[in-house]
């Protein structure tokens, strides 16, 4: 705290003598690239400013651009797909902590997750989604919260996307990391930062170029957090160290990333079932936490990455990537809390786990880029491969009774957990060859994009003992094809079917052909849009959107399971980003989602499933977000934030005999910058959920999850 207040003291007296960056009307939107590209646009990083082809556009937010898997980089407003993206500048303003807090700007997205608990779910479109890609490959990024110093972008596709990402079995979409590349003149920036209840954090970022064309690079990232969070018992205790390198020749590009992250967490947030037969008792207070430190989660996660391209001709590049990741986790605690009672009584079990988790992944390729006639073609081929490795073991043991309401310390009752012994091993590959041709004519106001990948998904499991239970593997085609057009060049219309290819299920116990392996299942969708773009890169974006994935389903009569189910998800996408006024910046949208259960089981034998027609569990009809900035101008330097969240109710059962109540969130903030001794410093404050709102957020797949409390954020970075 008082590194914070010497902070901003610094800042007040700094003002009236030092010049500080303002805004005219000309200087641009609030959405801006990202990331450098040395073959299209012209893209520098001036302390909080981003200049794209020579516009200046400060305190870019929502990217412009965005990696589109084997297709590469690409314009927003040039992609046939639904996209969107988040900078590091959104970062650092809204002094994000992980993942959950930049895709909480996203109204296609909400966190399906507790917000304290140890790892982070979302889901995309009525989705579930748990991959997050790094650099466009799987099996890298930590599964449970990565952080994120060292990322400069994160880009989420929306809808299936195996065509594009290949490995990724991802329905709803994909969320990948951009890594930052040391920039030209040096980066030097230390933020030290303040999250109530008591907790300290520190984010260091350096990096420079040299060479005689700055050929060279090397960029280095450290964050520390520790302390007691919002969340009573809870404290978190992290630190990542991230290194990437990179050379960029004439002809010849190579990056190197490597990153280590260690993580511990006491006394972690669980999500709730609820037995039938009553009403969803009410949230409880978001500070409140029916765990305490008895429980303990560790996690380690390393990767490394190296990537080249080589350009063989000046149209034809060859490109090659190949990284791997070792991961160790441990948890000791409280597990999967059921209520049980309208009071809000709960049976907790209590449960000791061990995962290792190894992954190897690589890619391959050429693209080449020519004409026939007027058609301009860019083809890309490429070879990906996937192999993830883990083991694991669990025990289960007393399971104690507790009341969300009114928590007690388990730590009297939980006294040991014995580390158990290996209960499984786990053996997955996926392979797959993919090309993909986008055509265009006139001066690319017209492009076809199609495509097919032939994917090989492959699992093979083990006891303890190393005896075989299940072998699996089988291979299928996924194509896919869009079409974008521009009537006007600041217009986009596109549209696009493609498929997102998932590992097939197997027949439950207890069914008449129990342990059968299905054939891999195929999630299909179809998209129309429109894009608008304002300015040098504020825009409008609109999808509708109809996505059907295949589901298990059980005979009643034959016992016989097979994946004749279905669910059909239909959606309306709106999303706005730019600046509207001089020095008023939006960034917001709202979505409509049609989930329902369209093929379910017919247990009553009428000839319809019993189900058909019902809603999803945990898919909102509504979700909206509204985001704003405003430079006062009567104090150039300050900034006044705002931020609205709204989810409305969700099903809880799939017979739709429950509900959880719409929830909306309001987070405040300021921000203010000036320029001392020639360099940046700017001090940030926020209170998210200022109302201190107690909901339910989510309830997909009938597990509560919990909100986060009233929550104050406070950092002074300074760059040197």
Do not use: C
């Not at 797909?81 to 997205?109: E, H, K, M, W």
């Not at 979409?173 to 030209?184: C, D, L, Q």
């Not at 006491?266 to 409880?284: D, K, Q, Y």
């Not at 009341?403 to 996926?430: D, G, H, K, M």
């Amino acid at each position: 705290m008082k590194v914070l207040i010497e902070g901003l003291a610094v800042l007040l007296a700094a003002h009236a003598a030092a010049p500080v960056k303002t805004r005219s009307p000309a200087e641009g939107s609030s959405a801006g690239s990202a990331k450098d590209d040395a073959q299209s646009s012209r893209h520098e990083q001036i302390g909080d400013d981003i200049i794209v082809n020579g516009e200046r556009i400060k305190g870019a937010q929502a990217a412009s651009k965005a990696q589109i898997g084997v297709l590469g980089d690409s314009e927003v407003f040039n992609t046939p797909f639904s996209t969107s993206g988040y900078t590091d500048q959104l970062i650092r303003d809204q002094q994000a902590r992980s993942l959950a807090d930049v895709l909480a700007n996203d109204p296609s997205v909400r966190q399906a997750t507790s917000r304290y608990a140890e790892s982070e779910v979302f889901v995309i479109r009525g989705f579930q989604v748990y991959t997050t890609l790094f650099n466009g490959l799987p099996g890298l990024v930590d599964s449970r919260q990565p952080f994120l110093d060292g990322v400069e972008r994160i880009d989420v596709f929306k809808g299936p996307s195996t065509l594009v990402n290949g490995a990724s079995q991802e329905v709803g979409g994909t969320v990948n990391f951009v890594p930052k590349r040391a920039e030209s003149g040096g980066t030097r920036r230390a933020t030290i930062g303040y999250i109530g209840d008591a907790q300290g954090e520190a984010h260091f970022d350096v990096g420079r170029r040299w060479g005689s064309n700055d050929q060279w690079g090397l960029r280095g990232n450290v964050g520390l957090r520790y302390g007691d969070t919002p969340v009573d018992n809870q404290l978190d205790r992290a630190g990542i160290g991230v290194v990437a390198f990179d050379y960029r020749g004439d002809r010849l590009r190579v990056s190197v990333d490597a990153s280590y992250q260690d993580r511990r967490l006491l006394a972690e947030l669980s999500g709730f079932s609820v037995l039938p037969g009553f009403g969803i008792p009410r949230a409880p207070d978001l500070d409140r936490n029916i765990f305490d430190r008895s429980s303990s989660y560790r996690k380690r996660n390393g990767i490394g990455l190296v990537s080249a391209e080589y350009d063989v001709a000046d149209r034809i590049t060859v490109f090659a990537a190949g990284g791997y990741q070792h991961s160790n986790e441990r948890y000791s605690g409280p597990y999967s809390p059921t209520i049980t009672t309208p009071d809000g009584t709960t049976d907790v079990s209590t449960v000791p786990y061990v995962l290792t988790d190894n992954s190897y992944v690589g890619r391959v390729g050429i693209r080449a880029a020519f004409e026939t006639g007027p058609v301009s073609h860019a083809i890309t081929v490429s070879a990906e491969s996937y192999l993830d490795r883990y083991y694991g073991g669990y025990a289960v043991f007393d399971t104690l009774t507790r009341n969300i309401y009114n928590p007690r310390p388990l730590a009297q009752e939980v006294l040991a957990y014995p580390n158990p012994e290996t209960a499984y091993r786990q053996r997955s590959l996926t392979k797959s060859v993919v090309i993909a041709d986008a055509a265009s004519i006139h001066d690319g106001r017209v492009t076809l994009i199609a495509g097919v990948r032939r994917v090989t998904i492959g699992s093979t499991n083990r006891d303890p003992a190393g005896a075989i239970n299940s072998d699996y593997r089988q291979s299928r085609y996924t194509p896919a094809v869009a079409l974008l057009v521009k009537p006007l060049p600041r217009l986009t219309l596109y549209g696009n079917y493609i498929q997102a290819l998932q590992l097939g299920a197997t027949a439950p116990v207890g069914t008449a052909n129990a342990n059968e392996v299905f054939p891999p299942t195929l999630a299909k969708q179809y998209e129309l849009g429109a894009k608008y773009k304002i300015g040098a890169a504020a825009g409008v974006t609109f999808a509708a959107y109809n996505i059907t994935q295949p589901s298990g389903i059980t005979d009643p009569v034959t016992r016989i399971f097979s994946v004749d189910g279905a669910q059909r998800n239909r959606g309306l996408e709106l999303s706005a980003f730019g600046e509207v006024a001089a020095g008023l910046r939006l960034l917001g949208g709202a979505s409509l989602i049609d989930a329902v259960q369209t093929r379910t089981e017919d247990a009553d034998g009428d000839g319809r499933g019993d189900l058909d027609g019902n809603k999803a569990t945990g898919v909102p009809d509504w979700q909206a977000n509204f985001g704003g900035e405003w430079d006062v101008r009567s104090l150039p330097g300050l900034t006044l934030t705002g931020r609205m969240l709204y989810t409305s109710r969700q099903y809880v059962d799939p017979d739709e005999s429950r509900t959880i109540p719409g929830w909306t969130r309001y987070d405040v903030g300021v921000r203010y910058t000036a320029i001392v001794a020639g360099k940046p410093l700017a001090f940030r404050a926020t209170v998210e959920n200022v109302t201190d709102h107690n909901y339910w957020s989510s309830s997909i797949g009938s597990t509560l999850a919990l909100g986060a409390p009233r929550t104050v954020l406070l950092s002074v970075t300074r760059d040197f």
